[in-house]
């Protein structure tokens, strides 16, 4: 399929108006190829993906990536990232394009998101509100039950190694919204919105206390959750064109917990 065919495809989804004003996203390293058959996606593009792709590099039209390559100023990265001036020169030698959807996919239109994907894994529907962030997500469960049992269901059905749990407001829950990833310090829209939990993870010391002190319940989850994106995207490209051969690598293990 033509690379800019697919690209305009993903953009219906994942348009750049979409990423946040800090973020990095779309081309990364090199230049599209003019037709793409194999893609791989990765959560981050890093020299443990390198290794696993290096022999079949000149069979691989385009890697897409969640986060970004390069997440701040260039040149600033390049001179104090030696590993990552290393990998880009040796991508610069393979001409294999790497492009990024980080914010743009999280907030992606259509169903399509980061944290549709992970709604619609709980076995829930999306409710259809107007979120002042783009990125966030709610539901309402099938049924009320306990904050921890529900913590234990979240932990359960995403086979995270743990979860840490404030549960400083109702003891029985209905809704909860989220933002996966780091967004912790977007609570304040769930909480004000009505809703009964906040799920997002990365969360400083801070950021717990003002929850704790609102007396309200925040799930805060591995980072590494949104390797979802891996089963999302690939689903939204074989949407695009049922042809094309994806490879998908899950290399990001969560922490060991002692």
Do not use: W
């Amino acid at each position: 399929m033509k690379s800019t065919k697919i690209m305009r495809e993903l953009a219906k989804y994942y348009p750049k108006s979409l990423k946040e004003s800090y973020d990095r996203v779309g081309k990364m390293i090199n230049n599209l190829k003019p037709d793409t058959e194999t893609i791989v996606l990765c959560l981050d593009f890093d020299d443990i993906v390198y290794q696993q792709i290096a022999d079949k590099l000149s069979d691989i039209d385009l890697i897409i990536s969640h986060h970004p390559f390069f997440f701040g100023p260039k040149g600033k990265i390049m001179k104090n990232d030696p590993l990552k001036k290393e990998l880009y020169e040796k991508m610069l030698v393979a001409k294999v394009p790497l492009y990024a959807f980080h914010t743009n996919f999280d907030a992606g239109k259509g169903g399509k998101g980061m944290n549709d994907a992970i709604i619609e894994k709980l076995g829930l529907e999306c409710d259809k509100i107007a979120f002042k962030d783009l990125a966030m997500r709610g539901a309402h469960l099938k049924e009320s039950m306990l904050v921890e049992d529900f913590a234990k269901l979240f932990k359960e059905t995403f086979a995270l190694p743990m979860v840490e749990l404030i549960a400083e407001g109702k003891k029985e829950i209905s809704s909860f919204a989220l933002i996966v990833g780091g967004g912790s310090r977007r609570y304040l829209e769930a909480m004000n919105s009505g809703y009964d939990l906040y799920i997002s993870g990365d969360a400083p010391h801070h950021v717990r206390r003002e929850i704790v002190l609102n007396k309200y319940n925040y799930l805060n989850v591995y980072h590494e959750i949104e390797k979802i994106f891996l089963s999302r995207m690939k689903r939204t490209l074989l949407e695009i064109d049922p042809s094309l051969n994806i490879i998908t690598i899950d290399h990001e293990n969560y922490p060991k917990i002692i």
